[in-house]
């Protein structure tokens, strides 16, 4: 990796210690950050020689933000007056927005050739299943689309299936993961048509989303 990418990867580092520390204060809930955060760090690592490993970082650095500033729990932690939570909250952000302003440099700076994802069938199958998620959060929400949740998955449907880069896909994944661990953990209160849609969407996006991945096998010749 170049010197500049090394500052993203330090700067997720520092925000995964920054999510740990609110861990320690409620060690019954796991903080949905760090979920993004180890995602990010991940795709920086597996696509350390693309342009857009970086993108990883930007995008679940802002999924982080969004979603904090959306339901309010970071502008709480940020001011709480348990200083473990103060503090992990400030570690975290100061993390994230090294990590991004290097992420942003970084893939200004970089060239590199970029070969597209080769599993066709994988990524619509990946697409479909984000499609469907997004259905069945909506459906959930009684159709209120200004919750977090339908139109983002709706959006990175669109761009796993337009922009064919392993990046998109790995962030789908991510993604996936941490929506699935948060459906799963509160089933009981959630209908049963919108639950079975998302539960079915996320594993569909998910398996699919490892198989666009996995590095191709070439044909070997037969010996004659």
Known sequence: MTRI????LVGQLVAAIGSGLQWLAAPQY???????????????LLERWSRWA???AVAMS?????????????????????????VGNWVMVAGLVVSVIAAVVAMTVTRSSEPQVGQRT???????????????NAWMGGWDLSRPGPIPFAVLALLVALVRYRFVVMISIVMSIAFLEGTVSRLSSVGFGSAA????????????????VMPQRTAQPASG
């Open 30 to 44: 796991l903080p949905p950050g760090l979920i993004y955060i180890a995602g990010a760090i991940v795709i920086l």
């Open 54 to 56: 970086s993108m990883g």
């Open 197 to 212: 849609l998302m539960l079915a969407g996320l594993v569909m996006a998910l398996v699919a989303g490892v198989v666009a």
């Open 5 to 8: 990418a090394w500052i993203v």
């Open 62 to 86: 802002a999924w982080i933000f969004y979603g904090g500033l959306n339901s309010g729990s970071l502008t709480r932690g940020l001011s709480s007056t348990k200083d473990i939570v103060a």
């Open 122 to 136: 994988a990524v619509t199958i990946t697409s479909s299943g984000l499609l469907v998620y997004a259905v069945g």
